[in-house]
């Protein structure tokens, strides 16, 4: 009889363990980057609102390292029990093309993007170009590398992002020579010394040049435009040519990641993306928001890894060609 209790005891034991609903222990969201950047801030609100969510802790652990490749492949190749996410941001589409990483960004499981911030056609307030249009039409005009762009490394999102603009417009994206710089900072310094021509980061990170008189933005990447910023033209108003690029992030599973955990991943998300908190802090900090859903994203992300391919062909910064 003892025998018998202890193993229906078992039993009914193992079946609990079989019931018992997704999540039931802390999850792990990995951000490829330093503790203390853009990436790193936007996943850490995400986070908290997913532990309101779900009802466990989600840790934020930063894997820095490799441009970003190290922790994006910690993201791809996790276990697929849910229990490891990722924070991944637009580089993942350009480490195939660059011959860095054997993965494309359409291999990981999509369960949200939650930020777009749209590039911007930045320009000295001492430049002659007096609209987008204009500008285009004399960078076409001009012999190829007459005008010079910086803010960033080269293949960089908001490098990728002007490149592919000015090929929307039937410019050779090899028309403007890209100078390097760590970051839109000294990019805008140089701006302002008259040392490059353009700088396409966000309207935000021109916030400060823009409010000291040095620059001004003629246009955003965007499909519409930016509310905190409603002066500013988007690409079709300007050029009369549609065209929207920038830097992005978005929470992503592993390969085959298990259909019941990613759809209430995917609810969270989604529930985080369109809250008024996660709203505010957006705006607050000048980032723009997005609420793509998993098939959103997923169509974003194959449309990321041909876009990106394509642009990166032209500069010649691809190792790999299809």
């Not at 990321?304 to 062909?313: K, L, P, W």
Request: charged share 15%; net charge negative.
């Amino acid at each position: 009889m003892k025998k018998f209790m202890i193993a229906a005891a078992a039993v009914a034991l193992g079946a609990g363990a079989a019931m018992a609903e997704f999540p039931e222990k802390p999850i792990t969201l990995i951000v490829a980057w330093n503790a203390g950047g853009g990436t790193d801030a936007i996943a850490r609100v995400v986070a908290a609102g997913m532990e309101k969510e779900l009802g466990v802790t989600v840790n934020v652990v930063n894997k820095p390292g490799g441009g970003g490749v190290i922790g994006h492949s910690e993201m791809l190749n996790a276990k697929s029990d849910g229990y490891t996410l990722g924070f991944a941001s637009a580089e993942i589409a350009s480490y195939y093309w660059a011959g860095n990483a054997p993965f494309k960004a359409d291999e990981f499981t999509p369960l949200g993007l939650v930020n777009f911030d749209a590039s911007a056609f930045h320009i000295s307030t001492d430049s002659p170009w007096t609209d987008a249009k204009a500008a285009l039409e004399d960078i076409k005009a001009q012999p190829a590398g007459t005008y010079k762009l910086s803010g960033m490394g080269a293949g960089a999102a908001y490098h990728l992002a002007f490149a592919g603009f000015l090929k929307a417009n039937g410019i050779d994206p090899l028309a403007v020579t890209h100078v390097p710089s760590q970051g839109a900072a000294p990019g805008f310094q140089e701006l302002a010394a008259g040392g490059v021509q353009i700088i396409p980061s966000s309207i935000p990170e021109g916030l400060s040049m823009m409010q000291a008189g040095k620059s001004k933005p003629i246009a955003v990447l965007s499909e519409t435009r930016i509310a905190a910023f409603p002066d500013v033209p988007t690409a079709e108003e300007a050029t009369g040519v549609a065209f929207a690029g920038g830097t992005w992030r978005g929470v992503v599973g592993p390969k085959d990641l298990d259909p019941a955990a990613a759809e209430k991943l995917a609810a969270a998300v989604s529930a985080v993306a369109n809250s008024e908190e996660f709203k505010s802090f957006m705006d607050e900090k000048g980032f723009g928001t997005a609420a793509y859903d998993p098939a959103a994203f997923a169509t974003f992300l194959s449309a990321q890894h041909t876009g990106v391919g394509e642009i990166m062909n032209d500069l010649g910064l691809a190792q790999r060609k299809e």
